[in-house]
């Protein structure tokens, strides 16, 4: 499937990878609906979008608010007829450790990973279920371990991977296909390069954007990227625990 002719559902859109994604898919003239908060970089996307030969519909919304998530999809299915791709990206947080965390802060970060999908996800699993379509979800190399600094990130991202497991389980033979995207450190406008340990690990965003368009097309099951990380988590999953943990504290 070539997103080409496509109306794609881009959530977390105002910047970072979703701005990205959106701006890659912007010549294939396909029909773009771009979600966040900020109204203002949104309309800033959408003249660039429409500028490069694909319409796009702005709807500014709080994705940790179910009901602006439904008036999303409702907007999309009125404007363009149906969604054939969504790609929930909504996310983000700083690094923290569980040594000094509040019961706020976790929560916070889980609301703004977990919630901001879940929001999404199911709306958008009840239009597709009869046309079929991709879903394809925005989780983090982070999602396969409680790494050090990241307790509730890892711990977000790991609920959101298990739920697309389920999904795939469960909806196999309607026609909605599940994609989940594991992209690395990526340069975006609120990145840290002191957060991460190694510097070689880091990816350009333009990257990041060109990798999770081919995965959606390729419907892969899972793509994690780069492949020097994908190597370095399968390798950490075939450890014992003990071992594992020990060479992770070694990072905080």
């Known amino acids: 499937m070539k997103l080409r002719g496509k109306t ?10 979703g701005r990205e994604i959106a701006l890659q898919l912007a010549n294939q003239g ?6 966040a908060r900020r109204q203002g970089r949104l309309e800033e996307l959408a003249r660039e979008v429409e500028a490069a030969g694909s319409q796009c519909l702005v709807h500014a919304a709080d994705a940790i608010d179910p009901s602006a ?13 149906g969604i054939d791709v ?25 609301r703004m990973n977990y919630d901001t999908f879940v929001n999404f996800l199911c709306p958008v699993i009840d239009q597709m279920r009869e046309p079929g379509g991709v879903i394809a979800y925005t989780g983090s190399p982070a999602g396969y ?26 909806l196999a033979g309607t026609g909605v296909h599940f994609v989940a995207l594991y ?13 991460v340990p190694v510097k070689s690990l880091i990816i350009a965003l333009e990257r990041t954007g060109r990798e999770m368009i081919r995965a959606i097309e390729r419907r892969s099951s899972h793509h ?12 950490a999953r075939f450890m ?3 071992i594992r943990r020990w060479l992770l504290s070694r990072f905080t």
């Open 145 to 170: 371990f409680g790494l050090p600094n990241s307790g509730p990130y890892s711990a977000a991202k790991a609920a959101g991977r298990v739920l697309v497991d389920t999904c795939r389980i469960e």
């Open 8 to 17: 794609v559902l881009i959530t977390g859109a105002s910047s970072g990878i």
């Open 240 to 242: 014992p625990e003990p």
């Open 183 to 195: 992209p690395g450190f990526t340069q975006t406008e609120g990145f840290d390069p002191d957060d």
């Open 86 to 110: 969504a790609v929930l990206n909504a996310g983000g947080g700083k690094a923290m450790t569980m040594a000094t965390a509040s019961s706020a802060d976790v929560l916070r970060i889980m």
């Open 30 to 35: 396909n029909n773009l609906v771009v979600t």
């Open 224 to 235: 994690m990227f780069p492949k020097r990380i994908k190597w370095l988590i399968l390798l």
């Open 69 to 81: 998530c439904v008036s999303v999809i409702e907007a999309a299915v009125a404007k363009f007829g």
